[in-house]
């Protein structure tokens, strides 16, 4: 490295370790006043940073990012990627579909994958089998990250046949690939396949995680499947989990029990709980308010009140209101 190599990299680094200080759009406005004097205003790198936290927290702003995308010569994939992710998470999704239609020859498998989501969003089938298309002819499907999202677009657009064809063709599906077809079955409403696509999963050899558990469970509630959310059940006492996976499939088990009509065995996993949050108490309130248990509903919403265990939402009143239209 030459020393005028050396030392852009370093007037480089000092430029971004600004962004670490950054935490709000102030903060980064700021930072990009003072990048702009130090003249790497136009350097890829330098701005990237500035577009990628606008986009990737919730008090960013994509309007300023569009501001500061416009100013570059010649963006690249990761700041083309970032800008289209970045809509996608807004109420402007066409602004991503522009990004998308400009970029040509910088599309990537992350593009793809970012606007497959996009218009998973937009439930448009039309758009979404235009793409595939185009992922077909560049021999994209090949890409685990692709053909996931390829199965979840389909999933969501409601064509869970070609979803499963997509999958089918996977030799060996990862957990992603799995819980992919599963949810895109269960957003369907196709609960029965949500159960047997489960079966088989375990099948194979894959262990479920989390979000396996809560959607397949999900479905046992709808359909009333206690013998089968039951062996679920079994399957989470084997699997560990982290606070807020814990608490998640928690939930999901004591709102299939209850959906079920297995209030006792809803209350045994509630009262065991280690960690509880909001949704603990609505599912377990509710499950006993909907099954005719007035009296431990209301005792159950004044512990929590008494404890300040949670602030009381909409629909946690609701349980309660049910539960005194009961009595």
């Known amino acids: 490295m030459s020393p005028k190599d050396g030392a852009f990299w370093k007037a480089q680094q000092n430029v971004l370790i600004l962004f670490k200080r950054c935490s709000t759009m102030k903060h980064i406005k700021e930072a990009h006043g003072r990048v702009v004097q130090s003249g790497f205003d136009r350097n890829p790198l330098v701005v990237g940073k500035i577009i990628e936290f606008c986009t990737a927290f919730c008090q960013g702003d994509m309007n300023y990012a569009l501001r500061v995308f416009n100013r570059i010569d010649k963006p690249d994939s990761f700041i083309y990627n970032t800008m289209i992710r970045g809509f996608g998470k807004t109420s402007q999704p066409q602004k991503a579909i522009h990004l998308y239609r400009i970029m040509h020859g910088k599309r ?7 606007f ?3 218009i998973a969003a937009l439930e448009s089938i039309s758009l979404g089998k235009q793409l595939h298309c185009t992922i077909h002819k560049l021999g994209l499907e090949i890409h685990t990250y692709v053909r996931n999202s390829l199965i979840h677009m389909y999933g969501m657009v409601g064509d869970t ?3 499963r064809h997509v999958f089918d063709e996977i030799p060996y599906p990862d957990l992603v690939a ?6 895109s079955h269960l957003h369907c409403r196709k609960y029965k396949d ?4 489960f079966a088989r999963m375990l099948q194979s050899g894959v262990q479920p995680n989390h979000a396996t558990f809560v959607v397949t ?3 046992c509630g709808t359909i009333g499947a206690l013998d089968f959310g039951r062996r679920i059940h079994s399957l989470v006492f084997d699997t560990e989990f982290g606070e807020s996976e814990s608490i998640s499939v928690s939930n999901s088990l004591i709102d299939m029990y209850a959906k079920c009509g297995a209030v006792d065995e809803a209350y045994h996993i509630f009262s065991n709980m280690k960690w509880r949050d909001v949704v603990s108490w609505n599912v377990m309130i509710f499950g006993l308010a ?4 007035r009296e431990e509903a209301l005792a159950l919403f004044t512990k929590m009140l008494q404890g300040n265990a949670e602030r009381p939402d909409g629909v946690m009143f609701l349980g309660v209101l049910s539960a005194c239209s009961r009595g």
Do not use: C, M, P, Q
């Open 217 to 219: 469970l999900s479905a």
């Open 178 to 183: 799995w819980n992919s077809i599963i949810d």
């Open 194 to 197: 949500v159960l047997r696509l």
């Open 290 to 293: 909907s099954h005719g248990n």
């Open 161 to 163: 046949e070609t979803a």
């Open 108 to 114: 990537d498998t992350f593009t793809f994958s970012f």
């Open 116 to 118: 497959l989501k996009i």
